[in-house]
């Protein structure tokens, strides 16, 4: 159940998180992967790499900026080279930066919704025509419980950004449905990642610890039941599952907590 054999998946920021869990998972359930990763991030796609072919799959690490078009579609076109085919898209890199809003430059608005969103398009743009042709495609992304079912002060760009996924993923889903290609969207709460940890723009190793013991089920959530739930979705068994925001957090935005702001 749950199968990938004979697949390949697609994920950028394959380097670390919830992109590095993705890419191994998807290994084990059988799929080649072609780890789509930024030196520029500081994390290394090596040990990545070797954690794929220790499933006895095939790995392509290839750098991409998903800001830039010609990245992508290099990315795109060096996947088909190796493999011949594309089956999953992961688009999963993005970065969260802490702005108040009347503070917010175009610079800095651009610097996140180019990277977010439009590095999202051009993934899903990229990877649509082969798809197409084949018959079959699984476009999966990676949005945000912020900007979808709650919002994040001081991080408006991001939460733009992750909402406009959403608005991505359900039109992509009634455009291609009847070519064999369904679109979802992952909304992860309060994960553990290296993006989450940082206590300049997100909530830092405190932050995620009071998450973690506020949760309805006493934990944190791992970048592994992330990548779970996108196995799922990628697999045949969610053939109906399409143009869908999945929420994974562990029920923490079902709360209602009153501040006392005395």
Known sequence: MFSLENRVALVTGAASGIGAAT?????????????GWYPPDGHEVE?????????GRRALAQVVDVR?????????EAAVQAFGRIDIMVANAGIARTVPYLELTDEAWNETVNLNLAGTWRCFRAALPHMV???HGRLLAVSSVSG???????????????????????????????????????????????????PVNSLGRHGVDVAAQNNPTGQGGKPSDVAHLL????????????????????GRTLLVQDVDRG
């Open 23 to 35: 890419a191994r998972a998807m290994a084990e359930a059988g799929a080649d992967v072609v780890l």
């Open 47 to 55: 040990p990545v790499r070797r954690q794929v072919e220790g499933y």
């Open 68 to 76: 830039e078009s010609a990245s992508v579609d290099a990315y795109v």
């Open 133 to 135: 042709r084949a018959g």
């Open 148 to 198: 979808t079912v709650q919002a994040w002060p001081e991080h408006v760009a991001y939460t733009a950004s992750k909402g406009g996924i959403v608005g991505m993923v359900i039109t992509l889903a009634i455009e291609f449905g009847r070519s064999g290609i369904t679109a979802n969207a992952v909304a992860p709460g309060v994960i553990e990642s290296a993006q989450s940890l940082d």
């Open 231 to 250: 196995v799922y979705l990628a697999s045949d068994e969610a053939r109906f599952m399409n143009g869908r925001l999945h929420v994974i957090d562990g």
